[in-house]
């Protein structure tokens, strides 16, 4: 099939594009920009007048539930929530029930989602057997079944000679480890930051340091072991200067920063809200500046969703009884842009957040434009407004602090190997 | 940051979970309405019919014989159908089984749920979830608030000092758990009281408690200098983990209130604790028996206190011409 997109700002980060063109699909790949298209017959055609046209997003973080957590979510559910949010590529860490720790389990939820046919998930393989911390998983076999990165999620490795271990052991295969930098001991059974709001609610809290500690242990072990690691998360101010540091070093670290952390604070906890209850925890207004200047300086390189969809009951509770997480894929995009239309960002490099650094991240060749490579795509509205309504969105979660809120950015199309398989219904 | 949850739409106080955002004119009528409750406890029929045919419940997911009884009492005297429920902790889905507990309650009719539980929030989190005709009255949650102990607090306070915009208060203990210590600084600061210290060791000071507005300090002679009232804060042992204080021996020797260091207060400062006392632990037992102690009058004006905040919440529901009576 043969699609055309005509009249779109074509966006492609990667290549430094930035113009008002056509673009052309042949066979689920990239092939060419106006008038190189003009003879060949066209299937399909889609007008993308007034709309910005980009590869697919590529989300570096997405807890998808299945295997182990059916009752919260599965891939046919949250997978449709990825498209309409224009994510065409999901990492999903490997902390399912069972952990992905043998390839079996690679290769079960590539498939599962191959065969839905939407979104691409590249399961995140577990950097030690069951996420313990203790023995190491197979990874070569790991990475023969298809795992770009792994990591070892939620579950810190609090054996710092282990993780030495992991990092070496991982780098021997050229994988990329995703770490979670938070110290096990300082987090304990803490629920927000340490500040103002923990203190004025009475909340058991996780200091800056558990993250900022944690960080500079791993930093120090990548130095070391020269080890190519990815930070999965930051929420503080000062662990943007770290790893500012650390890459004028030419370390080999790169890091992500959730949606929601770049636009919460402590303060939005308010009267013991739990959709705001997230790990690491949404903390101090000055930490939320930090997080977006790290990202306009490029210290910080993607924003990703941290996608935690639950069950409605799940964040019935206490607030420290209650479920972290937020459901974020179908608000990543127009988070994004919100920082924009804030001035954080300009519209390319806000693009690059989320399209051609992750993938650089993975080492895949989505996440651009370049001709021959696969069609994935995003063509999205970037002046129209839509108010988010938590029960509407398509995620089996509707978890999401920002209900009820106005957002910019309205996904037109997505497409995933030249098909499109989400079309916003125009009204 | 005010409660909005607390309030009904015509703004009037239809739950009482924090002392945070409540006016100065709400909390002096809670309290001259306890003046009038006192001389009920004082007669030889010791009721009066505002809560005649109501129900209250006691659902404490956190045994406290004290709180519980006082708020019992108090209810008795009101005239209210009093039901105690200790429900089993669960340590899972206990928001869910909090609420299905609540909605099983609600449906008998139930119209006064005071509720005990030790995660910050719970009050809040049923308050959010009841019908407009149920009234919670917090009876502490997690470390976050009690405020019907700070009430009567400073009802206590008024009976021996005439004017709260010229007291030195000190808060001194386990500021970090204490839901009573800050209940205690939203009272007495909206109340007026420009001189707040909290004192205690740095492991037992929440980070930024200043931005409450009070002075946190770590020395307990320096911070009880010519203060007017001293509030002492149960010490937990159990909690402190070997961690947060090294040993009760050593607590005492920095943080006890002897008669000695009372000394450095004011000449007719008062001595206050919310109970139950661990004497040798945070304070002498001749500081706690002695003459400037107020610790059983707090007891009894626990009584009075918790019969005006559940009157004033009823009030609220039968409307303004009525609520006037």
Same mark, same amino acid.
């Given at each position: 099939?043969?699609?055309?997109?005509?009249?779109?700002?074509?966006?492609?980060?990667?290549?430094?594009?930035?113009?008002?063109?056509?673009?052309?699909?042949?066979?689920?790949?990239?092939?060419?920009?106006?008038?190189?298209?003009?003879?060949?017959?066209?299937?399909?055609?889609?007008?993308?007048?007034?709309?910005?046209?980009?590869?697919?997003?590529?989300?570096?973080?997405?807890?998808?539930?299945?295997?182990?957590?059916?009752?919260?979510?599965?891939?046919?559910?949250?997978?449709?929530?990825?498209?309409?949010?224009?994510?065409?590529?999901?990492?999903?860490?490997?902390?399912?029930?069972?952990?992905?720790?043998?390839?079996?389990?690679?290769?079960?939820?590539?498939?599962?989602?191959?065969?839905?046919?939407?979104?691409?998930?590249?399961?995140?393989?577990?950097?030690?057997?069951?996420?313990?911390?203790?023995?190491?998983?197979?990874?070569?076999?790991?990475?023969?079944?298809?795992?770009?990165?792994?990591?070892?999620?939620?579950?810190?490795?609090?054996?710092?000679?282990?993780?030495?271990?992991?990092?070496?052991?991982?780098?021997?295969?050229?994988?990329?480890?995703?770490?979670?930098?938070?110290?096990?001991?300082?987090?304990?059974?803490?629920?927000?930051?340490?500040?103002?709001?923990?203190?004025?609610?009475?909340?058991?809290?996780?200091?800056?340091?558990?993250?900022?500690?944690?960080?500079?242990?791993?930093?120090?072990?990548?130095?070391?072991?020269?080890?190519?690691?990815?930070?999965?998360?930051?929420?503080?101010?000062?662990?943007?200067?770290?790893?500012?540091?650390?890459?004028?070093?030419?370390?080999?670290?790169?890091?992500?920063?959730?949606?929601?952390?770049?636009?919460?604070?402590?303060?939005? !906890? *308010?009267?013991?809200?739990?959709? #705001?209850?997230?790990? $690491?925890?949404?903390?101090?207004?000055? +930490?939320? @500046?930090? /997080? &977006?200047?790290?990202?306009?300086?490029?210290?910080?390189?993607?924003?990703?969703?941290?996608?935690?969809?639950?069950?409605?009951?799940?964040?019935?509770?206490?607030?420290?009884?209650?479920?972290?997480?937020?459901?974020?894929?179908?608000?990543?995009?127009?988070?994004?842009?919100?920082?924009?239309?804030?001035?954080?960002?300009?519209?390319?490099?806000?693009?690059?957040?989320?399209?051609?650094?992750?993938?650089?991240?993975?080492?895949?060749?989505?996440?651009?434009?370049? !001709? *021959?490579?696969?069609?994935?795509? #995003?063509?999205?509205? $970037?002046?129209?407004?839509?108010?988010? +309504?938590? @029960?509407? /969105? &398509?995620?089996?979660?509707?978890?999401?602090?920002?209900?009820?809120?106005?957002?910019?950015?309205?996904?037109?199309?997505?497409?995933?190997?030249?098909?499109?398989?989400?079309?916003?219904?125009?009204? | 940051?005010?409660?909005?949850?607390?309030?009904?739409?015509?703004?009037?106080?239809?739950?009482?979970?924090?002392?945070?955002?409540?006016?100065?004119?709400?909390?002096?009528?809670?309290?001259?309405?306890?003046?009038?409750?006192?001389?009920?406890?004082?007669?030889?029929?010791?009721?009066?019919?505002?809560?005649?045919?109501?129900?209250?419940?006691?659902?404490?997911?956190?045994?406290?014989?004290?709180?519980?009884?006082?708020?019992?009492?108090?209810?008795?005297?009101?005239?209210?159908?009093?039901?105690?429920?200790?429900?089993?902790?669960?340590?899972?889905?206990?928001?869910?089984?909090?609420?299905?507990?609540?909605?099983?309650?609600?449906?008998?009719?139930?119209?006064?749920?005071?509720?005990?539980?030790?995660?910050?929030?719970?009050?809040?989190?049923?308050?959010?979830?009841?019908?407009?005709?149920?009234?919670?009255?917090?009876?502490?949650?997690?470390?976050?608030?009690?405020?019907?102990?700070?009430?009567?607090?400073?009802?206590?306070?008024?009976?021996?000092?005439?004017?709260?915009?010229?007291?030195?208060?000190?808060?001194?203990?386990?500021?970090?758990?204490?839901?009573?210590?800050?209940?205690?600084?939203?009272?007495?600061?909206?109340?007026?009281?420009?001189?707040?210290?909290?004192?205690?060791?740095?492991?037992?000071?929440?980070?930024?408690?200043?931005?409450?507005?009070?002075?946190?300090?770590?020395?307990?002679?320096?911070?009880?200098?010519?203060?007017?009232?001293?509030?002492?804060?149960?010490?937990?042992?159990?909690?402190?983990?070997?961690?947060?204080?090294?040993?009760?021996?050593?607590?005492?020797?920095?943080?006890?209130?002897?008669?000695?260091?009372?000394?450095?207060?004011?000449?007719?400062?008062?001595?206050?604790?919310?109970?139950?006392?661990?004497?040798?632990?945070?304070?002498?037992?001749?500081?706690?028996?002695?003459?400037?102690?107020?610790?059983?009058?707090?007891?009894?004006?626990?009584?009075?206190?918790?019969?005006?905040?559940?009157?004033?919440?009823?009030?609220?529901?039968?409307?303004?011409?009525?609520?006037?009576?």
């Amino acid at each position: 099939m043969n699609v055309l997109i005509t009249g779109g700002r074509v966006i492609d980060p990667a290549n430094g594009v930035d113009q008002t063109q056509d673009l052309f699909i042949r066979d689920g790949k990239i092939a060419g920009f106006d008038d190189t298209t003009r003879e060949i017959a066209v299937d399909k055609t889609l007008d993308a007048r007034g709309l910005v046209v980009c590869p697919g997003l590529v989300d570096l973080q997405a807890r998808l539930r299945e295997p182990g957590e059916e009752h919260k979510a599965t891939l046919d559910t949250e997978l449709v929530a990825a498209v309409a949010g224009g994510i065409t590529t999901i990492c999903c860490p490997p902390d399912t029930d069972p952990v992905i720790d043998t390839p079996a389990m690679v290769q079960m939820i590539r498939q599962r989602a191959e065969e839905i046919g939407l979104t691409q998930v590249l399961p995140v393989g577990a950097l030690t057997r069951s996420l313990a911390g203790e023995q190491l998983t197979d990874m070569a076999a790991l990475r023969d079944a298809g795992c770009l990165a792994l990591g070892n999620a939620e579950n810190t490795i609090d054996n710092t000679l282990v993780m030495r271990r992991a990092m070496q052991y991982a780098t021997t295969f050229d994988l990329t480890v995703f770490l979670n930098a938070l110290d096990p001991w300082l987090k304990g059974n803490g629920c927000v930051h340490e500040g103002e709001v923990s203190t004025r609610l009475g909340l058991p809290v996780i200091p800056e340091a558990a993250e900022t500690v944690a960080l500079a242990r791993e930093l120090a072990l990548i130095e070391t072991t020269g080890a190519r690691g990815h930070i999965t998360q930051l929420s503080c101010a000062r662990s943007v200067t770290q790893l500012a540091d650390a890459k004028e070093r030419d370390l080999a670290v790169t890091a992500a920063v959730s949606a929601h952390h770049l636009h919460l604070s402590e303060q939005d !906890i *308010g009267e013991f809200d739990t959709r #705001c209850h997230v790990i $690491p925890p949404l903390r101090s207004l000055t +930490d939320r @500046e930090g /997080l &977006r200047q790290g990202l306009a300086d490029g210290v910080i390189e993607a924003i990703c969703s941290d996608h935690q969809p639950h069950g409605f009951d799940a964040k019935l509770a206490p607030f420290s009884e209650s479920a972290p997480g937020i459901a974020g894929l179908e608000t990543l995009l127009s988070l994004t842009l919100k920082l924009v239309d804030e001035d954080v960002l300009k519209l390319p490099k806000a693009v690059a957040a989320l399209t051609a650094n992750p993938a650089r991240i993975l080492g895949i060749d989505t996440g651009q434009l370049s !001709i *021959g490579a696969r069609a994935d795509l #995003c063509v999205f509205d $970037p002046n129209k407004q839509w108010q988010v +309504d938590a @029960e509407k /969105l &398509r995620s089996n979660g509707t978890n999401t602090p920002f209900d009820g809120r106005s957002l910019p950015g309205v996904v037109r199309w997505t497409l995933v190997s030249g098909e499109v398989v989400f079309a916003h219904d125009k009204k | 940051m005010t409660s909005s949850v607390q309030f009904d739409t015509n703004g009037n106080l239809r739950h009482f979970l924090t002392i945070e955002g409540l006016s100065r004119e709400a909390l002096v009528e809670i309290l001259d309405a306890a003046e009038s409750f006192i001389s009920i406890g004082e007669r030889q029929i010791r009721k009066v019919p505002i809560l005649r045919g109501r129900t209250l419940v006691n659902l404490f997911f956190e045994d406290s014989t004290r709180t519980r009884t006082t708020f019992e009492i108090a209810a008795k005297r009101l005239s209210a159908d009093v039901i105690n429920l200790n429900p089993a902790r669960l340590s899972t889905n206990k928001g869910e089984r909090i609420l299905d507990t609540i909605r099983t309650l609600e449906a008998m009719h139930t119209d006064i749920f005071v509720i005990r539980d030790n995660a910050s929030g719970t009050s809040h989190l049923v308050a959010k979830h009841v019908p407009s005709h149920v009234h919670i009255v917090n009876a502490g949650d997690g470390r976050h608030a009690h405020p019907t102990q700070a009430m009567l607090d400073m009802f206590t306070i008024r009976q021996h000092k005439d004017d709260f915009t010229k007291l030195r208060v000190a808060i001194v203990g386990d500021i970090l758990h204490s839901r009573v210590a800050r209940s205690q600084i939203h009272a007495l600061k909206i109340l007026g009281v420009p001189d707040i210290r909290v004192i205690g060791p740095r492991t037992l000071l929440p980070t930024e408690i200043e931005k409450m507005g009070v002075t946190p300090l770590c020395e307990l002679d320096e911070g009880l200098q010519d203060v007017d009232v001293i509030m002492m804060l149960r010490l937990q042992l159990e909690r402190m983990e070997g961690q947060l204080i090294p040993s009760a021996q050593e607590y005492f020797r920095q943080y006890g209130l002897t008669a000695e260091r009372v000394q450095r207060a004011a000449p007719d400062a008062v001595v206050m604790h919310p109970g139950p006392i661990n004497r040798g632990l945070e304070i002498a037992s001749e500081v706690a028996d002695g003459k400037r102690s107020l610790i059983l009058e707090q007891v009894t004006n626990g009584i009075a206190v918790r019969m005006s905040i559940m009157a004033k919440l009823m009030a609220g529901q039968r409307g303004p011409e009525e609520g006037k009576e």
